[in-house]
């Protein structure tokens, strides 16, 4: 099979969508070739993983304008930030959510490199979704920016996740190697199964206490699909506490109980190891002592990532 142009290539495995659409796409940095933004007219090898986030036919790609919205900061210097995450903030733009994002927080925040003014994901490297709260990273720099994506194309990021569900695991500490793909029956929604096309996809998940039915968990994602956290808790039996989407039925709980803990790096200038934590939300640590678990304790005993 011969190289083939990365448009060409979309509309021909998409024949419902048309090039212009795409076009739109690729312009607004929603397809990647092995983790990285390419031009329209870049050529795909056979080999090459393209992935895809599909928007709605009338999506915004117009100029992005900064936002004048505080951020957590953790980590700072002139090449990258690492930002805490409220939950409720989308990261970028995209179809119902075209204001008050993290990336134009950013954009009001400090100066980010880029190569196309129309992007609407400058300096982001990788995602959490809008209820997910916790540690972020982007770059300030696009040479910054392609040296992480390569570092996370490669699994080197480290990543844990805290994470409240219902059920319990099977076993205190125990793995998830289960393809992820979108739902047949539900395009909104992803699936962890054997029997669908999928990408591979693996979770790790220790169990750190158990109480009325609610279990307080680590993960960690050694890749980095849409959902995958979710819908590996959900083969496994459990559903992320709040996570309406996927089945939990307390209608208590705002959003999902996800939070993005721990992260550690190399610096892709410094060449040094960048290890970091974020403290959790409020309605997080309030929902921990409603069911009796003890951050402290809990965690203590856990090594920061390696």
Same mark, same amino acid.
């Given at each position: 099979?011969?190289?083939?142009?990365?448009?060409?290539?979309?509309?021909?495995?998409?024949?419902?969508?048309? +090039?212009?659409?795409?076009?739109?796409?690729?312009?607004?940095?929603?397809?990647?070739?092995?983790?990285?933004?390419?031009?329209?007219?870049?050529?795909?090898?056979?080999?090459?993983?393209?992935?895809?986030?599909?928007?709605?036919?009338?999506?915004?790609?117009?100029?992005?304008?900064? !936002?004048?919205?505080?951020?957590?900061?953790?980590?700072?210097?002139?090449?990258?930030?690492?930002?805490?995450? =409220?939950?409720?903030?989308?990261?970028?733009?995209?179809? %119902?959510?075209?204001?008050?994002?993290?990336?134009?927080?950013?954009?009001?925040?400090?100066?980010?490199?880029?190569?196309?003014?129309?992007?609407?994901?400058?300096?982001?490297?990788?995602?959490?979704?809008?209820?997910?709260? %916790?540690?972020?990273?982007?770059?300030?720099?696009?040479?910054?920016?392609?040296?992480?994506?390569?570092?996370?194309?490669?699994?080197? /990021?480290?990543?844990?996740?805290? @994470?409240?569900? !219902?059920? +319990?695991?099977?076993?205190?500490?125990?793995?998830?190697?289960? =393809?992820?793909?979108?739902?047949?029956?539900?395009?909104?929604?992803?699936?962890?199964?054997?029997? /669908?096309?999928?990408?591979?996809?693996?979770? +790790?998940?220790?169990?750190?206490?158990?109480?009325?039915?609610?279990?307080?968990?680590?993960?960690?994602?050694?890749?980095? +699909?849409?959902?995958?956290?979710?819908?590996?808790?959900?083969?496994?039996? @459990?559903?992320?506490?709040?996570?309406?989407?996927?089945?939990?039925?307390?209608?208590?709980?705002?959003?999902?109980?996800?939070?993005?803990?721990?992260?550690?790096?190399?610096?892709?200038?410094?060449?040094?190891?960048?290890?970091?934590?974020? =403290?959790?939300?409020?309605?997080?640590?309030?929902?921990?002592?409603?069911?009796?678990?003890? @951050?402290?304790?809990?965690?203590?005993?856990?090594?920061?990532?390696?």
């Amino acid at each position: 099979m011969t190289r083939t142009r990365l448009d060409i290539w979309l509309t021909e495995h998409y024949p419902s969508y048309s +090039r212009s659409y795409f076009h739109r796409l690729i312009q607004g940095g929603s397809v990647r070739v092995n983790g990285r933004q390419e031009k329209k007219s870049s050529f795909v090898n056979p080999e090459d993983l393209v992935e895809v986030e599909f928007l709605s036919e009338n999506f915004d790609i117009s100029p992005l304008l900064p !936002s004048t919205i505080s951020l957590h900061v953790v980590y700072e210097d002139e090449f990258l930030i690492v930002v805490n995450k =409220p939950a409720g903030m989308v990261v970028h733009p995209g179809p %119902g959510h075209y204001q008050d994002t993290f990336v134009q927080a950013l954009l009001h925040h400090c100066v980010i490199e880029r190569d196309d003014p129309l992007s609407v994901r400058p300096g982001i490297v990788h995602r959490l979704d809008r209820e997910t709260s %916790g540690l972020i990273i982007a770059a300030k720099t696009i040479q910054v920016q392609k040296a992480l994506c390569e570092q996370f194309s490669k699994r080197e /990021i480290k990543k844990e996740y805290i @994470l409240l569900a !219902s059920g +319990r695991l099977r076993t205190p500490n125990c793995s998830v190697e289960v =393809p992820v793909g979108r739902d047949p029956k539900d395009r909104k929604k992803m699936k962890a199964s054997l029997e /669908i096309h999928g990408r591979s996809a693996f979770t +790790r998940f220790v169990e750190h206490d158990f109480s009325n039915s609610i279990s307080f968990i680590s993960a960690f994602p050694v890749t980095g +699909r849409q959902h995958q956290i979710r819908v590996h808790l959900r083969f496994l039996g @459990l559903c992320l506490l709040g996570d309406k989407l996927y089945g939990s039925q307390d209608k208590n709980v705002q959003r999902h109980m996800l939070h993005a803990f721990r992260l550690s790096f190399l610096h892709p200038i410094h060449k040094t190891k960048i290890a970091l934590e974020s =403290p959790l939300a409020e309605d997080f640590c309030i929902l921990c002592s409603r069911y009796g678990f003890n @951050l402290e304790s809990s965690l203590r005993v856990r090594e920061a990532l390696g």
